[in-house]
């Protein structure tokens, strides 16, 4: 199964700042088949970017996604208060469709 | 607007099993698969496996085979995730989540059910 390895592991950042998060997968992921989730506190997943770069319904666009074989990469342009949570990459190049282990966004 | 709404929290004794409802509105809930992800507390997201609402077929995770088991009722445009022989390490949030039409991501997720397992 392809392994998602995301870092850092935890990010604190003041409003404004701008925010990088990785995503490295164990082998490449085809035709860029990934996405990110943000996972607030107490709340279900909700999907952010798909097919690596490709802003979902009603998304800002201060969340961008790139990237492609084994590296992607979710950028936070200007990070404001809501933006704390935790974000996810996922794969479905192949099955099992796997996470990563999560990239925690803190604001100070 | 589509919306997935999951049966309550529950708490259940080791050894039991459990089985948890997602409720679908808003859209064809045929056209479209259900896929049921476990998040421990404080933890990441596994999935655990699919069904197709039209034919009723089911992939699961190797992880998980033999002891979940995926069922729809069209009828009432609802998913089921049964779950058996929990354990104590089962205490987790299970989340039903709509498989998008451009691939096998998840754009749309159920409010998550809480299952406590416990002597």
């Known amino acids: 199964e392809i392994v998602l390895t995301q870092s850092p592991g935890t990010l604190s950042l003041s409003p404004g700042e701008r925010a990088t998060l990785s995503c490295r997968a164990s082998e490449s992921v085809s035709s860029s088949y990934l996405v990110w989730y943000q996972q607030k506190p107490g709340q279900a997943p909700r999907l952010l970017i798909h097919g690596a770069s490709s802003r979902a319904t009603g998304i800002p666009d201060r969340f961008s996604g790139s990237g492609s074989g084994t590296d992607f990469t979710l950028t936070i342009s200007r990070l404001e208060p809501e933006d704390l949570a935790v974000y996810y990459c996922q794969q479905y190049a192949s099955s099992p469709w796997t996470f990563g282990q999560g990239t925690k966004v803190e604001i100070k | 607007q589509v919306q997935l709404v999951q049966s309550g929290a529950e708490v259940k004794k080791p050894g039991a099993s459990v089985k948890v409802s997602c409720k679908a509105s808003g859209y064809t809930f045929s056209g479209y698969y259900i896929h049921w992800v476990r998040q421990a507390p404080g933890q990441g997201l596994e999935w655990m496996g699919r069904?197709?609402?039209?034919?009723?077929?089911?992939n699961y995770a190797q992880n998980f085979q033999g002891w979940v088991t995926m069922t729809r009722d069209t009828s009432i445009s609802t998913a089921y995730m049964e779950v058996s022989g929990l354990k104590s390490d089962d205490t987790v949030v299970y989340y039903c989540?709509?498989?998008?039409?451009?691939?096998?991501?998840?754009?749309?997720w159920g409010q998550g059910t809480l299952v406590t397992v416990s002597s």
């Open positions: 069904i197709n609402p039209n034919s009723g077929g089911t």
């Open positions: 989540a709509r498989e998008a039409y451009t691939g096998i991501y998840f754009d749309s």
